[in-house]
C-alpha cells in the first residue's frame, strides 16, 4: 500500500512540475529516430544543453531521476534524494488525501448489508406487497338478486354495520336504464367482508333475499386469507364494527376492559382535522381467552343504539389503514345526466342523507349526553352494564352437532337430558338454516339455560365434545337476538 501511494504520489507531483522544469526544445531532424540513453552523471547534470537553463534542467534530472529510483515513501533508500519543501507539503496531501478515501470506502464496505440481509429484505417487501393485496382484495363482497327499485343508498345502510364502505358499484343497463340487480361493494377490511359474507347471505331486502358471496375471483383471491390469518393467529386481536360515532376510544375501552387486559385499541381514524372515527377499530388483548370470551358476549350487543359486529381479527391494523388511506374512488363511467336510473339514486341517497343529519340536529346524541351528564361515573356505568350483560348470557349455540337428516322428535329431548348435567335447561331449539336444503346439511341447536352459570359450565364441556363423529362447537349467543326469533345471526 505504502509502495503505491508513493509511486502515485511521485507522479502527481511529476505532472505538476512538468511545466516548469522539463526543457523546451524545438523539434530537429533528429526526431523519431531512437534516441541514445540519457547520461545521468554529475557533469551532465550540470552542463547546460541547447534551449535549456542549466538551472532547469539539473533540477529536473534530479526529479526524474528521483522518481525512477524511489521504491518506497517510508524508508527509503539512503542515497534517495530528499525532496523539497513544496513537494514534499504536496505529497503529504496526496497521502492524505488517499488516506480518507481508503478509510471511507472501508466504512462503506463494513456497513453494506450482506446479500443474505439484502435477499431477506427483498422477501419482506415482497411478502408486505402481497398482504397489501390481500387486504384489498378480501374486503370486496357480490351482492346478486337486488330488486330493480333498490338503489345504492338501500345497500350501503344495510352493509354499513360491518364496516366502512369504500364503494359500491353497480352495473347498469344503458338500454333499460337501470342496474342489472347486482353489485359490488368494496370495505376497507377483510374482516367486514367476511361479516357480510356471514350474515348476509338470504338477508331480506325490499322483499326478496338478496345473495352475497365472493365476486368470480374468489378462488385467485381465498389463498391470500390464509397467510393473513397465520399472521395475525399471533396476536389476541379482536375487530369491532358498527361503533357509534360518538363513542370515544376511552369509552371502547371501558366496554372491553371487563374481558381482560388491553393491551391497545386501534379506531380506523376518519377524516383529517375532524377527530372523528369510521366506526370500526381492532383491540388487542393480553390473554387469547378474552378473545373468545368478547367476540362470544359482544357480537349484535346493543351498544349506544347501535349493534355491535364482533369477530376474530385476520389482518394487521396498520395494513389495512395504509390501504384504506391510499384508497381513490374510481371516477364515474355513466353520466347522470344521461342515466335517469342514476340519477334518482343519487338523489335517493342526498335525501336519506340530509333526512339522518336533520334527525341528528334535533335529537342530541343519548351517548354524548350521557357522558357529559355521568363524567367520572362513565366507567363505573359502562362496567355496570358488564355485569348486566355477563348475567343474561344463558344461551349456548352448539354447531357442527346434527344434521337435518338426524332430526326427529327424540332429538330435542336426548339433548336437553345431556345438556342439564351442567345446569338446569329451560329451552331446547333446533334450528335448520333456510339455505339448508341437502339431508348432509348441518342445523343449529340452542340450548337456553335458566341462569349464567349453568350456560357458562356447558358451555366449557361441550365445546370440543365428539358428537356422532363430528366435533361439536359451543359458544354464547345473543340472548335479545333468541328471544326475538333471530337465529341465523
Avoid at 339 to 344: E, I, T, V
Avoid at 359 to 380: I, R, V
Avoid at 435 to 452: G, I, K, N, T
Avoid at 457 to 485: C, H, I, K, M, P
Amino acid at each position: 500500500f505504502n509502495y503505491s501511494v508513493a509511486v502515485f504520489g511521485i507522479q502527481v507531483i511529476m505532472d505538476t512540475t512538468t511545466d516548469q522544469l522539463a526543457p523546451k526544445s524545438e523539434p530537429t531532424e533528429h526526431d523519431g529516430a531512437k534516441s541514445e540513453p540519457m547520461e545521468t552523471d554529475t557533469t551532465a547534470k550540470q552542463e547546460p544543453t541547447e534551449g535549456v537553463q542549466a538551472s532547469g534542467s539539473a533540477e529536473w534530472l534530479e526529479l526524474a531521476a528521483y522518481g525512477k529510483e524511489v521504491g518506497v515513501l517510508m524508508g527509503a533508500q539512503p542515497s534517495t534524494p530528499e525532496l523539497n519543501p513544496e513537494q514534499q507539503s504536496k505529497l503529504a496531501d496526496v497521502y492524505k488525501h488517499i488516506l480518507t478515501a481508503s478509510k471511507t470506502f472501508a466504512e462503506e464496505q463494513k456497513n453494506k448489508p450482506s446479500p443474505e440481509t439484502v435477499a431477506s429484505r427483498l422477501q419482506e417487501q415482497q411478502e408486505r406487497a402481497s398482504r397489501l393485496k390481500a387486504v384489498q382484495l378480501l374486503g370486496r363482497v357480490y351482492v346478486g338478486s337486488i330488486p330493480f327499485e333498490v338503489g345504492e343508498s338501500m345497500i350501503r345502510e344495510a352493509f354499513k354495520c360491518f364496516g366502512w364502505i369504500q364503494q359500491c358499484a353497480f352495473s347498469f343497463d344503458t338500454a333499460l336504464n337501470k342496474h342489472k340487480g347486482f353489485c359490488f361493494v368494496e370495505y376497507d377490511a377483510p374482516e367486514a367482508a367476511l361479516l357480510a359474507l356471514e350474515q348476509m347471505n338470504g338477508y331480506i331486502v325490499a322483499g326478496r333475499n338478496i345473495k352475497v358471496g365472493r365476486p368470480n375471483n374468489a378462488p385467485q383471491v381465498l389463498p391470500y386469507l390464509t397467510p393473513l390469518e397465520n399472521r395475525a393467529a399471533l396476536h389476541n386481536r379482536i375487530y369491532i364494527a358498527s361503533i357509534h360515532p360518538d363513542l370515544s376510544q376511552s369509552d371502547i375501552k371501558s366496554v372491553f376492559e371487563a374481558f381482560g387486559n388491553i393491551d391497545k385499541i386501534s379506531l380506523a381514524p376518519g377524516r383529517e382535522g375532524t377527530g372523528n372515527h369510521r366506526c370500526y377499530g381492532w383491540i388487542d388483548f393480553s390473554e387469547p381467552k378474552s378473545v373468545d370470551e368478547a367476540v362470544s358476549a359482544m357480537n349484535n350487543f346493543d351498544l349506544g343504539g347501535q349493534f355491535l359486529r364482533v369477530r376474530r381479527a385476520v389482518s394487521d391494523p396498520t395494513e389495512v389503514l395504509f390501504v384504506a388511506q391510499s384508497y381513490q374512488p374510481p371516477q364515474a363511467t355513466v353520466n347522470p345526466a344521461t342515466n335517469p336510473a342514476l340519477a334518482a339514486q343519487q338523489q335517493e341517497a342526498l335525501a336519506a342523507a340530509q333526512a339522518a343529519l336533520t334527525k341528528a340536529a334535533q335529537q342530541p346524541s343519548t351517548a354524548t349526553a350521557a357522558s357529559a351528564a355521568n363524567g367520572d361515573q362513565a366507567a363505573n356505568t359502562t362496567y355496570k352494564m358488564m355485569q348486566d350483560r355477563a348475567s343474561s348470557l344463558t344461551v349456548v349455540l352448539l354447531k357442527n352437532m346434527v344434521t337435518v337428516a338426524e332430526i326427529d322428535d327424540a332429538l330435542e329431548s336426548e339433548i336437553r337430558a345431556e345438556c342439564e348435567k351442567y345446569g338446569p335447561v329451560s329451552q331446547v331449539k333446533i334450528h335448520v338454516l333456510a339455505d339448508s336444503m341437502q339431508p348432509e346439511d348441518l342445523a343449529r341447536v340452542f340450548v337456553r339455560y335458566v341462569d349464567a352459570k349453568g350456560a357458562a359450565a356447558g358451555l366449557e364441556a361441550l365445546n370440543g365434545r365428539f358428537f356422532a363423529g363430528r366435533t361439536v362447537v359451543a359458544s354464547l349467543y345473543n340472548t335479545q337476538l333468541f328471544d326475538s326469533g333471530e337465529f341465523n345471526a
